[in-house]
């Protein structure tokens, strides 16, 4: 499958043109079926009960047009979707799908079968780098089983009004799920693991609901990063480097994050080694790290169980725990107006990481806290501090509300219109949907600072994107970068001139 598709059919399909993948051999099964409605339940509404049963599953109001495809073993799902018009349903029979499917067009929902626990596998073979990418908006992802990719398991690239659920996420790489500058969406139900960066990633998106997850057996369990209202509720998130995490990564394009809702989650055992690419900002997590809060503003953390994390139960932090990130002048460091309601936390702090037992010697203390605030920040607040061993939080006061549980989800009522593109040129696209996930501006992430790139490569964008198609190791301290040829000349010339402009 060609794999130009979906970086330049990210940016021509969401201005309406075309899918460019070419057909493979078996042609998929189109039939017409009556119109079906894919909502089972339309969020939300501060009316509604908060906390939701388990059972109940979320959906969002995205249109179906009738048309079904359905996929057995042995055809191809990317060939459905090659297939499929705008609203069309895919479903996917059990069976083993060694491919990656990209989604470029709009309300498609691609949706396994499972029959008596018997899933369809995507499986990469450690070969693949994603298993589904997609952009166009309203897409649903659901009911398959995802292994031995590289890179992504689930990732989305500006597609709103997303749904991922239900989905079993095995030994994919560096992230699990990983829905992108999206907006409106949810995260639900999925069993994610063995991932090296972070099982479920939000980065850079708006309104978007994680709930009744498993995420274990990773480094970050849950991220949210450089995104706005998002609520993390119910997720069962155990044996990672850290649980539940909302940060701010400096250098992205969006520049903040606040108001996450950190409810109800049983956060547990949280020690695995860390094993994240060296360099990256996660490879700076230290094992033992419950709910980990970097510069992310009003977060509330509220009726969550956290036990068991060796390092610390609640961190509130600033960019201090970054390492490598420089200083982004756009982005505010502090955590402000940090809140932390009534949970229940225990046995935290028994083993603290190197990194965190140093600061707390400083302090003679050998055990780590249940909460700390490294800022010592002065607009906080906490029910009951008493119950809890904890450091930096002197200047917190009591808290002038004692639940959110009028806040049922952060999902929009309506679906939100496409992200317009019009004004955001594919240079621009491709370096955002594709090297930022590496390259950072101002720090090292995977791959090195775009910064130190311009200054190698100053006046030739020529060089950035030969480099891009056929990279060569380089440096001791990076792994190597994996070849983007999958992007055409064209393409790959455009994020290099972009990348040379870019300046923050
Ligand atoms: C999966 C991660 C990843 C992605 C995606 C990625 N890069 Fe990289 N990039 C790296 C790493 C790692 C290095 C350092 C490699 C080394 O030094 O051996 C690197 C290095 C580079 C360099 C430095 C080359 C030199 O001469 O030192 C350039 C230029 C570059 N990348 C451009 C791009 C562009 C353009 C894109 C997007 C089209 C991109 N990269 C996407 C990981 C990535």
Same mark, same amino acid.
């Given at each position: 499958?060609?794999?130009?598709? &979906? ?27 009556? /119109? ?32 079904? #495809? ?6 191809? +799902? ?28 709009? *309300? ?26 997609? /952009? ?55 069993? %994610? ?43 069962? %998130? ?5 649980? &539940? ?8 394009? #969006? ?28 490879? *700076? ?20 169980? #956290? ?36 949970? +229940? ?45 904890? #450091? ?16 049922? /989800? ?41 910064? &130190? &790139? ?5 006046? *030739? ?44």
């Amino acid at each position: 499958m060609n794999k130009i598709a &979906i970086i330049v059919g990210a940016a021509v399909v969401l201005a309406g043109g075309y899918y460019l993948g070419k057909m493979g051999q078996q042609p998929a099964t189109v039939i017409k079926v009556g /119109s079906e409605s894919k909502a089972a339940f339309t969020s939300t509404g501060a009316e509604e009960v908060a906390a939701a049963a388990a059972g109940v599953v979320r959906s969002l109001a995205t249109p179906t047009s009738g048309e079904l #495809i359905v996929v057995k073993d042995g055809e191809s +799902i990317q060939d459905a979707v090659v297939a499929a018009s705008p609203g069309a349903v895919i479903k996917v029979m059990p069976g083993t799908y060694k491919e990656t499917v990209y989604i470029d067009k709009d *309300n498609i929902t691609l949706s396994g079968v499972i029959e008596q626990g018997k899933y369809p596998v995507l499986e990469g073979e450690g070969l693949r780098n994603d298993a589904v990418l997609y /952009s166009g908006n309203g897409v649903t992802v659901e009911n398959l089983y995802i292994t031995h990719y590289k890179g992504n398991g689930v990732m989305g690239q500006a597609g709103n009004n997303f749904i991922i659920r239900n989905n079993y996420i095995v030994d994919t790489g560096v992230y699990g799920i990983f829905p992108q500058l999206g907006k409106n969406g949810i995260v639900s139900h999925n069993i %994610v693991s063995g991932i090296e960066d972070a099982g479920i990633y939000v980065g850079m998106s708006d309104n978007v609901d994680v709930v009744f997850n498993q995420v274990f057996d990773s480094v970050a369990g849950i991220e949210i990063e450089n995104s706005r209202h998002a609520l993390v509720e119910s997720n069962f %998130v155990y044996n990672n480097t850290g649980g &539940i995490l909302a940060f701010i990564t400096p250098g992205l394009p #969006i520049k903040t994050c606040g108001d996450v809702l950190i409810r109800n989650n049983f956060v547990v055992d949280n020690n695995h080694d860390n094993f994240a690419i060296p360099g990256s900002l996660v490879s *700076n997590i230290p094992h033992g790290t419950g709910v980990l809060v970097m510069a992310c503003d009003d977060v509330v953390v509220e009726g969550n169980i #956290i036990t068991g994390n060796n390092s610390v139960g609640i961190t509130f932090t600033d960019f201090s725990l970054a390492g490598n990130a420089a200083n982004d002048p756009d982005s505010e460091p502090n955590p402000n107006r940090p809140r932390i309601l009534n949970n +229940i936390m225990q046995d935290n702090g028994k083993d603290p990481a190197p990194a965190v037992r140093a600061v707390l010697a400083a302090m003679l203390e050998t055990t780590g806290p249940d909460i700390v605030d490294t800022v010592g920040m002065d607009d906080g607040c906490i029910l009951n501090p008493e119950r809890f061993r904890t #450091i930096g939080l002197g200047k917190y006061t009591d808290c002038e509300f004692s639940t959110t549980a009028n806040v049922a /989800s952060y999902t929009l009522p309506e679906p939100v219109p496409a992200r317009s593109m019009e004004d955001v040129d594919k240079g621009r696209l491709v370096y955002y949907g594709v090297c930022a996930g590496c390259h950072a501006y101002g720090s090292r992430m995977i791959g090195p600072p775009t910064q &130190i &790139i311009q200054a190698l490569y100053m006046d *030739n964008p020529e060089g950035i994107a030969e480099y891009a198609a056929n990279p060569v190791k380089k440096r001791e301290d990076y792994p190597q970068m994996p070849p983007q040829s999958h992007l055409d000349d064209e393409t790959r010339l455009a994020a290099a001139r972009f990348m040379l402009k870019l300046t923050q």
